[in-house]
């Protein structure tokens, strides 16, 4: 059966904090995003994961991104990664990402980091040293279909959310060599992940076979840098223990209603990913 997904299941989900929190107990984000020709990704996956209530979000970032290190939020800690001739080297990536991913209880992985060949060893290499949960979008998704089904299903174990639009979703299937009519609810139980599938509406496939539709979002949020604010968000939550499954929920739905809310106040056609963060600052969750 279709669940669709409504206030009261976002509201039962919100992490609760009390008064013993801290922010290691409120949960750390570990992300890979963004390079030099996505700056834009890196700054706003990092800014809706702390949005969203993370108690810190660790970057680890191409030192060629340094000079534009003021654009990505100030609550944000950049580990820097050296390069060589605009190649990111595997081996301090990896003693970076084992030092924060120890701090941390999610990781996000993918969007704008670019499909440069040694992506493939290095995003392997993350993905097969930690057991956190973890979001996939953007070109981690790519990669992914590059290292192949049987990666997938050997790690994924439940804890990863690939979140696709359509045009990723059948650049993965095409990659498994799969038919692009499969039916990602068979897929999702197959390799042990829960699928976000981006669209109108959006759909979340879970490992035992819920479908959940998401009930708010329109047209103006389809454009660049929205799907990267919802990465970002869905990371947040997940960093704050809720499940994968709930993570997706939550993100979709209040990214879709911030975006009912600016169109029915500005009446225009179009939303930019950064009004998207504005609004959530905002108002959150609305009846
Ligand atoms: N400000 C930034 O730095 C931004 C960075 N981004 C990153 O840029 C990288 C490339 O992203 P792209 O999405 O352009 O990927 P691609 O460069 O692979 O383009 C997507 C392809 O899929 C096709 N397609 C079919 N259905 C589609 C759908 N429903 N939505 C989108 N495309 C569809 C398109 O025609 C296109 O050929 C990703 O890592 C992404 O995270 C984007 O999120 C945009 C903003
Ligand atoms: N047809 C649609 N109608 C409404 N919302 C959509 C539609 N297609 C995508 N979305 C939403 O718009 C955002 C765009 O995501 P995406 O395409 O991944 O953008 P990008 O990767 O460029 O940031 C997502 O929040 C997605 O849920």
């Known amino acids: 059966m279709i669940q669709p997904i409504t206030y009261q299941f976002v509201q039962g989900c919100f992490p609760k904090r009390d008064s013993a929190?801290?922010?290691?107990?409120?949960?750390?984000?570990?992300?890979?995003?963004?390079?030099?020709?996505?700056?834009?990704?890196?700054?706003?996956?990092?800014?809706?994961?702390?949005?969203?209530?993370?108690?810190?979000?660790?970057?680890?970032?191409?030192?060629?991104?340094w000079p534009l290190i003021g654009s990505i939020p100030a609550e944000v800690i950049p580990y820097?990664?050296?390069?060589?001739?605009?190649v990111l080297s595997i081996v301090d990536s990896v003693e970076n990402f084992l030092v924060i991913k120890e701090k941390s209880s999610a990781i996000l992985l993918g969007p704008g980091i670019g499909r440069h060949a040694s992506l493939s060893n290095l995003l392997k290499s993350m993905l097969s040293m930690?057991?956190?949960?973890?979001?996939?979008?953007?070109?981690?998704?790519?990669?992914?279909?590059?290292?192949?089904?049987?990666?997938?299903?050997?790690?994924?174990?439940?804890?990863?959310?690939?979140?696709?639009?359509?045009?990723?979703?059948q650049q993965l299937l095409?990659?498994?060599?799969?038919?692009?009519?499969?039916?990602?609810?068979?897929?999702?139980?197959?390799?042990?992940?829960?699928?976000?599938?981006?669209?109108?509406?959006?759909?979340?496939?879970?490992?035992?076979?819920?479908?959940?539709?998401?009930?708010?979002?329109?047209?103006?949020?389809?454009?660049?840098?929205?799907?990267?604010?919802?990465?970002?968000?869905i990371a947040g939550y997940l960093?704050?223990?809720?499940?994968?499954?709930?993570?997706?929920?939550?993100?979709?739905y209040l990214a879709g209603q911030a975006a009912d809310r600016l169109v029915a106040t500005t009446r225009r056609h179009s939303v930019m990913a950064t009004e998207i963060l504005a609004e959530l600052a905002t108002n959150q969750l609305t009846k």
């Open 174 to 233: 095409k990659s498994f060599e799969y038919n692009p009519a499969l039916s990602p609810q068979e897929l999702a139980a197959k390799w042990g992940c829960t699928i976000l599938l981006k669209g109108f509406p959006s759909h979340i496939y879970t490992v035992d076979g819920q479908i959940y539709v998401n009930t708010t979002g329109n047209p103006a949020a389809t454009t660049a840098g929205c799907g990267d604010v919802l990465a970002g968000l």
């Open 21 to 65: 929190a801290h922010k290691y107990k409120n949960g750390f984000v570990t992300t890979f995003v963004g390079s030099f020709q996505y700056p834009g990704a890196a700054r706003l996956c990092c800014h809706a994961a702390a949005q969203a209530g993370a108690g810190g979000v660790y970057a680890l970032l191409p030192e060629s991104l």
């Open 239 to 252: 960093a704050q223990g809720l499940s994968p499954d709930q993570s997706a929920c939550v993100g979709i």
């Open 80 to 86: 820097m990664i050296k390069e060589h001739d605009g």
């Open 130 to 169: 930690t057991e956190l949960p973890c979001v996939i979008d953007g070109d981690g998704l790519s990669i992914l279909g590059q290292l192949g089904e049987n990666f997938l299903i050997q790690h994924s174990h439940g804890r990863w959310l690939l979140t696709p639009h359509q045009g990723e979703w």
